[in-house]
């Protein structure tokens, strides 16, 4: 949506475009807010799988999109969850008493959202590892892909004064003589613009940066300042509510860079990507290798007195001879295949070779 006013123009996404879906856990939603928004995408949905903690013995479908986990309830849909992928602090298997399938391996999940959560899930369907494998393997491709979602402040994100890209990131354009007005002198900088965020770094410190995706910005806009026309960015609170200045050097430029700004930011804001890049595996590994059994090893404890008692035996016997009786004694040991003296009976080379 475009708006403007006396003192700057831009445009300003309206607070219900904010992405609350991958950050917040709620209860019982209206049917409209379990679907799939813009840039979500289902990864897989599960039938057949209990809400064991806080419905159990309800039989339910789980849906897994890149920004969340959906349970929804067969017998009524006004009873579901929408779990945030942000908010999950842990997933892991645990022993669970179910009411369908009595005690069997469960799905807990550890969420925070203004207060911590506990939801564990079961699979109805015996023996199917599917629950298990892809929640976590989502989890861990949402860990992993932060930049695309997150703003970031004096990253790791520069090297040689050029950008790392993330996956399936395109540099569209590179703008030097950008200025960053957080200080009073400000900072001159470069700005890279990209398909999926807007990054400035110093050019004489470049771990002094910025990392915004477009899915934080909450409005983009062209404002009088003391340091004259300057380009402001505003977050949504949620995500700190920051205001970043940055003034184009020439200034005649500004136009033309607020202009490449909007466009990227109405391209990016019809089709977002959240970055969870994941399909399924063909095959689901073996539900006993996700479980992790125990393994029994085959240990053998010795007894050390046993061969202590071994080898001063053998020395015994063998100091009560000369050296000539001692050589008499020598004889080859095919298992070695070496010359050894004879052993005294009772004693074994294994024994002799555990004390050495």
């Known amino acids: 949506m475009s708006s403007s006013s006396a003192t700057g123009e831009g445009i300003t996404k309206q607070q219900t475009d904010y992405v609350w879906q991958d950050r917040e856990i709620r209860f019982d939603s209206k049917p409209p807010l379990l679907a799939c928004r813009r840039g979500e995408k289902i990864i897989d949905s599960i039938n057949s799988v209990e809400d064991t903690k806080g419905n159990n013995g309800e039989r339910g479908s789980l849906i897994v999109t890149?920004?969340?986990?959906?349970?929804?309830?067969?017998?009524?849909?006004?009873?579901?969850?929408?779990?945030?992928?942000?908010?999950?602090?842990?997933?892991?298997?645990?022993?669970?008493?179910?009411?369908?399938?009595?005690?069997?391996?469960?799905?807990?999940?550890?969420a925070k959202f203004q207060t911590r959560f506990e939801f564990v899930f079961t699979s109805l369907v015996k023996n199917s590892p599917r629950l298990f494998t892809t929640v976590q393997a989502v989890l861990r491709a949402y860990e992993t892909s932060k930049l695309y979602r997150d703003l970031?402040?004096?990253?790791?994100?520069?090297?040689?004064?050029?950008?790392?890209?993330?996956?399936?990131?395109?540099v569209f354009n590179r703008i030097p003589g950008v200025w960053n007005l957080s200080s009073e002198?400000?900072?001159?900088?470069?700005?890279?613009?990209?398909?999926?965020?807007?990054?400035?770094?110093?050019?004489?410190?470049?771990?002094?940066?910025?990392?915004?995706?477009?899915?934080?910005?909450?409005s983009l806009?062209?404002?009088?300042?003391?340091?004259?026309?300057?380009?402001?960015?505003?977050?949504?609170?949620?995500?700190?509510?920051?205001?970043l200045g940055f003034r184009v050097d020439p200034q005649d430029?500004?136009?033309?860079?607020?202009?490449?700004?909007?466009?990227?930011?109405?391209?990016?804001?019809?089709?977002?990507n959240f970055g969870?890049?994941?399909?399924?595996?063909?095959?689901?590994?073996?539900?006993?290798?996700l479980l992790a059994p125990q393994v029994t090893e085959d240990t053998v404890v010795v007894d050390e007195a046993e061969d202590t008692q071994a080898i001063a035996a053998f020395y015994s016997a063998n100091m009560a001879l000369d050296d000539e009786s001692r050589f008499e004694h020598i004889g080859y040991d095919a298992?070695?295949?070496?010359?050894?003296?004879?052993?005294?009976?009772?004693?074994?080379?294994?024994?002799?070779?555990?004390?050495?």
């Open 276 to 289: 969870v890049d994941f399909s399924l595996e063909q095959e689901a590994p073996p539900l006993e290798k």
């Open 66 to 110: 890149n920004l969340r986990i959906i349970w929804v309830a067969h017998n009524s849909s006004k009873i579901n969850l929408s779990i945030g992928l942000s908010t999950v602090v842990s997933a892991n298997i645990k022993q669970a008493k179910s009411k369908l399938r009595g005690h069997t391996q469960a799905l807990c999940v550890l």
């Open 221 to 243: 806009r062209v404002r009088d300042s003391k340091f004259g026309r300057a380009l402001v960015l505003e977050t949504f609170a949620k995500s700190g509510g920051y205001i």
């Open 152 to 170: 970031k402040l004096r990253g790791s994100i520069v090297k040689d004064n050029e950008l790392i890209l993330l996956p399936q990131e395109q």
């Open 185 to 218: 002198q400000g900072n001159l900088g470069c700005f890279f613009l990209t398909n999926v965020r807007i990054v400035w770094h110093a050019n004489l410190a470049a771990n002094f940066n910025v990392s915004l995706p477009y899915m934080q910005v909450k």
């Open 335 to 356: 298992k070695l295949g070496l010359a050894v003296e004879q052993l005294v009976p009772g004693v074994t080379l294994e024994q002799l070779w555990r004390v050495v």
């Open 253 to 272: 430029r500004i136009g033309e860079v607020y202009q490449e700004l909007c466009s990227l930011y109405q391209v990016y804001s019809s089709s977002p």
